[in-house]
T-cell receptor
Framework: DAMVIQNPRYQVTQFGKPVTLSCSQT?????MYWYQQKSSQAPKLLFH???????NEADTPDNFQSRRPNTSFCFLDIRSPGLGDAAMYLC???????????FGPGTRLTVL | DAKTTQPPSMDCAEGRAANLPCNHS???????VYWYRQIHSQGPQYIIH???NNETNEMASLIITEDRKSSTLILPHATLRDTAVYYC????????????FGQGTELSVKP
């Protein structure tokens, strides 16, 4: 089945140690999103790509960066994770024809 | 984007209809109403969206009032698997597809 895949599902890192989360899709959608969801809160958009065009949300910290080497893959890089960056990170794609987003299962990041 | 207001939580008996309200009194003419849900520890899932006409699909029905200031998501026969947080989101069609999530309604379907 076509889908959005996130690896790993659980990631543990140390305070200040760079970490990369990955997302891949078999849906061939042009748009990909990264959301952060902290405990008991709603998902919050960090940034998105329209093809290779990167769009950062105004309040996304500089500590968060992203790469999209091709249509299928998108990466979230956290340069120096702090304790406050512990969260679920959700990747999504958008089907422009139906204007719906398809979410992956998320990666839960723990910062020690 | 127009803000939405939803009750923080609701209960529903299994097999009964679940009616989830959403207020969006500042919605503008080109803004759509979207509903997503998030089952615990999963990514959000699209349910339905509409502009001004009522919509129905295999998951749910969306009823939008004539003045478009509020809407109701209806799950006609709720099951235990429908227990989730339901998000009502209002967005224009020209906003890059971005979803701004509010706090949502936590629906508990009980046996």
């Amino acid at each position: 089945d076509a889908m959005v895949i996130q690896n790993p599902r659980y990631q543990v890192t140390q305070f200040g140690k760079p970490v990369t989360l990955s997302c891949s899709q078999t849906l061939n959608h042009n748009v990909m999103y990264w959301y952060q969801q902290k405990s008991s809160q709603a998902p919050k958009l960090l940034f998105h790509y329209y093809d290779k065009d990167f769009n950062n949300e105004a309040d996304t910290p500089d500590n968060f960066q992203s790469r999209r080497p091709n249509t299928s893959f998108c990466f979230l890089d956290i340069r120096s994770p702090g304790l406050g960056d512990a969260a679920m990170y959700l990747c999504a794609t958008r089907d422009a024809s139906t204007d719906t987003q398809y979410f992956g299962p998320g990666t839960r990041l723990t910062v020690l | 984007d127009a803000k939405t207001t939803q009750p923080p939580s609701m209960d529903c008996a299994e097999g009964r209809a679940a009616n989830l309200p959403c207020n969006h009194s500042t919605i503008s003419g080109n803004e759509y109403v979207y509903w997503y849900r998030q089952i615990h520890s999963q990514g959000p899932q699209y349910i339905i969206h509409g502009l001004k006409n009522n919509e129905t699909n295999e998951m749910a029905s969306l009823i939008i009032t004539e003045d478009r200031k509020s809407s109701t998501l209806i799950l006609p026969h709720a099951t235990l698997r429908d227990t989730a947080v339901y998000y009502c989101i209002v967005r224009g069609s020209n906003q890059g597809g971005k979803l701004i999530f509010g706090q949502g309604t936590e629906l508990s379907v009980k046996p």
